[in-house]
């Protein structure tokens, strides 16, 4: 089993509309989740970490679910710019090992 | 704007050739990482320095080696590189050390590498 596991998509969305999609975790102790984006042939840029209580950022909404192991991002109101891979990234300690999922490609579409 | 800074952008080196991979930060960061990304996959680590030491080698073939000259500071040296190690490298940070810190790590834009 995969350490972080995301469902590739795409995601084809129409502009405006919502869109949500999960990733699971396998270590029970992981102690700090973030989601990243990245653009094609670019870095990685953070996206927003994600709490216990959950978190909202504009139009982003995050969820840790610790009992099932998973965190979810939820995207309202989608736009074109959102078109992108999101990568779920958990930290399993403080040692800077970060574990990647393999990436959600979203397409938005006019 | 990324507050990672590295250099070059894109560099095209021949198997025998010597060159050098830089990046900065400035953010007071005191944990860097090197990361070696291919197509469509996630990034993978390669070495991880806190405080300027060298605390992870992922087993990092030795034709690859970092230097942390001082805080803001790593290089990745490269010599004798094999057409496979064509990717994008990432450097990125991270505030605090590793061992204390579950701060996120920020990334620099990559030097795009091709060995000919």
């Known amino acids: 089993r995969k350490e972080v596991e995301q469902d590739p998509g795409p995601f084809n969305v129409p502009e405006g509309a919502t869109v949500a999609f999960n990733c699971t975790y396998s270590?029970?102790?992981?102690?700090?989740f973030f989601w990243y984006r990245q653009d094609c042939r670019k870095e990685p840029k953070l996206l927003m970490s994600?709490?216990?209580s959950g978190n909202e950022d504009g139009r982003f909404t995050a969820q840790l679910n610790r009992a099932s192991q998973y965190i979810s991002l939820l995207i309202r109101d989608s736009k074109l710019s959102d078109s992108a891979t999101y990568l779920c990234?958990?930290?399993?300690?403080?040692?800077?090992?970060?574990?990647f999922g393999a990436g959600t490609q979203v397409v938005v579409t006019p | 704007d990324t507050e990672v800074t590295q250099t070059p952008k894109h560099l095209v080196m021949g198997m025998t050739n010597k060159k050098s991979l830089k990046c900065e930060q400035h953010?007071?960061?005191?944990?860097m990482y090197w990361y070696k990304q291919k197509a469509k996959k996630p990034p993978e680590l390669m070495f991880v320095?806190?405080?300027?030491?060298?605390?992870i080698n992922e087993s990092v073939p030795s034709r690859f080696s970092p230097e942390c000259p001082n805080s803001s500071l790593l290089n990745l040296h490269l010599h004798a590189l094999q057409p496979e190690d064509s990717a994008l490298y990432l450097c990125?940070?991270?505030?605090?050390?590793?061992?204390?810190?579950?701060?996120?790590?920020?990334f620099g834009d990559g030097t795009r590498l091709s060995i000919l």
């Open positions: 990125a940070s991270s505030q605090g050390g590793t061992g204390r810190s579950n701060q996120p790590q920020h």
């Open positions: 270590n029970s102790a992981s102690q700090s």
């Open positions: 994600v709490y216990s």
């Open positions: 990234v958990v930290n399993p300690d403080s040692w800077g090992k970060l574990q």
């Open positions: 953010m007071g960061h005191r944990a």
């Open positions: 320095y806190s405080y300027e030491k060298l605390s």
